[in-house]
Structure formats: C-alpha cells, structure tokens
C-alpha cells in the first residue's frame, strides 16, 4: 500500500509545480478600502519584471529608492462599485498571489456651495461656478490629466503641501446650492495669503494658469504612471510648464484666486484620472512603501 502511495504522489507532483514554489514577499495596505481611498502594494526583493491586476485594473510598479522593491499606487475611485475585487500578482520564478480586496460604499455628506455677499458681487452663481468647472477648466485640464506618463519620476513616499496642515475642507463633499451641485475633489487647507506651497514629491511642472474663474492661479505636477497632484487659488508661481522639481520645493505661494470664501490651498491628487482623497493618499505611501 505504502509503495504504491509514494508512487502516485511522484506521478502527481509533475503536474502540481506550482505547490513548490515560493511565495512573493507581497505587502498590501490593507483588504478593505472606501471609494476615493489610495492600495499600496509593495513587492520586496524582487529583480525581475511582475505584473498585477485588481479587478480588470493593471496595476502598474516601479522601483523603490533602494531599487530592491516593486512598489504601486492603486487609486480606488469615488465612483467605484462597491464588493469584492480580485488582486491577482505574479511575480517571475514565484507563486502566483491570489487575493481578495473589499471596496465599501463613502457617504459624501451634502454641503452648502457657499456664495458670499462679496462673490455675488463679482458675479458668482451656482450656475456659473458649476458649469464653469464642468464646462470649461476640467477640460482643459483633463488634456493633462488624461496623459499617463509611461514612467514613475517618484521614488520616495509623498509628503504633505504645507508644513501645517489644517484641512478646512473634506474630500468628497458634495456642495449644493438649488438645483447645482458639485463634488468637493480635493481638500481645502488652512493658509494664510503667501503661505509657502511645497511640491508633494519629483515630478514635472505640466500646467500653469492664472486667473480661472473658480480654481484661480493654478498648478498641477506629473509624478509619472498618471499620478498628479494639483495646487489651486494660488498667488504666486516659482516655477514655469516644463520645469522638474524636487520633493518639498517651493512651488508656489498660497492665495485666495479664484472661487474662494477666503485664503486656503485647495489640494488634490489624481491617480489615472481619478480624483483621489489626497489626505489618505499622503498618509498611504507613508505608512507603506
Ligand atoms: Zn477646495
């Protein structure tokens, strides 16, 4: 009986290779996430190629400052169906890494779009600053977003735009004002006219624009593999379109352009053309890399 057991399992085993192979060495942030929340997945000590997918989304890797790991920033978009999700890694020479990540229904809460006495003056209303962005500045600046880089100008987890942040205005709320809504894609900080506005990692300076009705004197820059970050009602530029810049730069000074009740910087990330809840994303790289 014994002989003939050792026999199947030699005949077996040929067709069961993979039960033999190591596991990747594969940290996740985490298997649970809401809508607008940032995946990080970092692969460690792996030399060749790996690719992935969560769902049908590729996922895209880089290397790490160290070059000894593979790292990828996933955005999960606010508009993301809730329910389970398949993360599927392979790594060359490794067993395959077969997960489950769960995405969770965000309530946005519903906020009042804000027209002040003074922005009625200027000629602000709902309908204007509503189809102003839709209309207008989310096309212009959706040429820019819309291109993904085909490399990662980052190495290094990303770090805040200010060095006190104060957020005045949540990700994702939804502002109303009558029959006009709009999305809150970023978050508001606390900054006085002037404040210093630090570049959020590497990149490249891709759009500059002054004077846009609602997002005022603006600046987004390219992290490579379709991650920007955007700084908006700014007062003044240090650097021009074209122009690299390096982690914690001062880009800009903070302002009150544009469709404001008063100074802040408007803050956002977009990771693929999806806008990204850019405190979490911050906090995501930096927890793991
Ligand atoms: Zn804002």
Redesign the pocket.
């Given at each position: 009986m014994l002989a003939v057991a050792f026999l199947t399992i030699g005949i077996i085993f040929p067709h069961h290779a993979d039960a033999k192979l190591l596991a990747p060495d594969i940290q996740i942030s985490s298997n649970t996430f809401s809508q607008g929340d940032t995946m990080m997945v970092v692969i460690k000590n792996e030399p060749a190629g790996v690719v992935g997918r969560l769902g049908a989304v590729k996922l895209r890797f880089f290397r790490n400052e160290d070059d000894k790991d593979w790292v990828a920033i996933v955005g999960i978009p606010v508009h993301k169906d809730p329910g389970n999700y398949r993360l599927l890694i392979r790594v060359a020479g490794k067993a395959a890494f077969d997960s489950s990540i769960a995405v969770k229904k965000r309530n946005f809460p519903i906020t009042v779009l804000a027209i002040t006495r003074e922005l009625a003056k200027k000629g602000y209303t709902a309908k204007k600053i509503v189809t102003t962005v839709q209309n207008d500045e989310n096309k212009q600046l959706n040429k820019v977003l819309n291109v993904i880089t085909p490399v990662s100008y980052v190495s290094k987890p990303f770090t805040y735009p200010l060095q006190m942040t104060n957020v005045m205005?949540e990700f994702g709320d939804i502002r109303k004002s009558g029959k006009y809504s709009i999305q809150?894609m970023?978050?508001?900080l606390q900054a006085p006219v002037g404040t210093p506005v630090y570049a959020i990692n590497d990149g490249k300076v891709v759009f500059v624009k002054k004077g846009l009705p609602d997002y005022g004197d603006m600046m987004v820059v390219d992290h490579g593999l379709g991650v920007y970050s955007l700084y908006?009602h700014l007062s003044q530029f240090n650097f021009k379109e074209g122009d690299w810049v390096n982690q914690q730069d001062t880009i800009a000074l903070s302002g009150a352009t544009g469709y404001v009740t008063g100074p802040?910087l408007?803050f956002a990330v977009k990771v693929r053309g999806s806008g990204l809840d850019p405190w979490k994303f911050v906090t995501a790289t930096k927890a793991l890399w």
């Open positions: 205005g809150h970023g978050v508001d908006l802040h408007h």
